[in-house]
């Protein structure tokens, strides 16, 4: 099935350092959103973004919509141990009626204290 | 405010056989998404369901079918299982139409064994 290309596919960090990770796709998407799964649990939003070239910031996230409409990335600055987890990237196509998700195939984070 | 529940949680199966997974999507929601994450990818989307008709479906065999309920729960329903559905089987609910806001909500999923 359709994916989009999320990398790194996974990081390994120190406590207090930033993250940075990216989503690129061959369609154009109208909306970018980012989502962190844990384990044992569904995807939880954390951006979402909805213009081109909009930036946008949720605490210590802040994730673009590129320009293109091809590509956002996420940064998380000063990590902490419960930011581990596996980010998804993941783009919305919608109509009257319908919307449906492709989601990038994750970025796995793990943080050494 | 409930948010999106599944059940049940875990569950296995044997090739062969049919499995029903259920829904209940966040009060106010009355559109449900199903989602298939195999181990270590992202979730591919299956099929949508608002007022009780599939609206759009992804690239699964027909094998893979849906119903919604007039309280706006969904089920989904996998005959003829193969080893290869062996995933975590996530539902998403959401409003209708094409509001820019209109985000998806997660359950914590479904995780169908096939041995």
């Known amino acids: 099935g359709q994916q989009l290309n999320q990398s790194p596919q996974s990081m390994f960090i120190q406590e207090g350092e930033d993250v940075s990770m990216n989503c690129t796709s061959s369609?154009?998407?109208?909306?970018w959103l980012w989502y962190k799964q844990d384990p044992g649990e569904g995807p939880v939003l954390l951006i979402a973004?909805?213009?081109?070239?909009e930036l946008t910031s949720n605490g210590r996230l802040t994730a673009q919509f590129g320009i293109t409409r091809k590509d956002s990335f996420l940064n998380i600055s000063a990590s902490i141990p419960s930011d581990v987890g596996i980010y998804f990237c993941?783009?919305?196509?919608?109509?009257?009626?319908?919307?449906?998700?492709?989601f990038g195939q994750g970025t796995r984070l793990t943080i050494n204290p | 405010d409930a948010g999106v529940t599944q059940s049940p949680t875990h569950l296995i199966k044997t090739r062969g056989q049919q499995v029903t997974l259920r829904c209940s999507p966040k009060s106010g929601h009355d559109t449900v998404s199903w989602y298939q994450q195999a181990l270590g990818q992202g979730p591919q989307f299956i099929f949508q369901y608002y007022e009780e008709e599939e609206r759009q479906r992804g690239n699964f065999p027909d094998r893979f079918s849906g119903h919604q309920f007039p309280n706006y729960s969904s089920e989904l329903n996998v005959n003829a299982l193969l080893l290869g559905d062996s995933a975590l089987y996530l539902c998403a609910s959401s409003l209708i139409g094409a509001a820019i806001k209109n985000i998806q909500y997660f359950g914590a999923g479904t995780r169908l064994s096939v041995l």
């Open positions: 369609s154009i998407f109208n909306t």
């Open positions: 973004l909805y213009k081109a070239g």
């Open positions: 993941a783009g919305r196509t919608q109509t009257h009626t319908a919307q449906k998700l492709v």
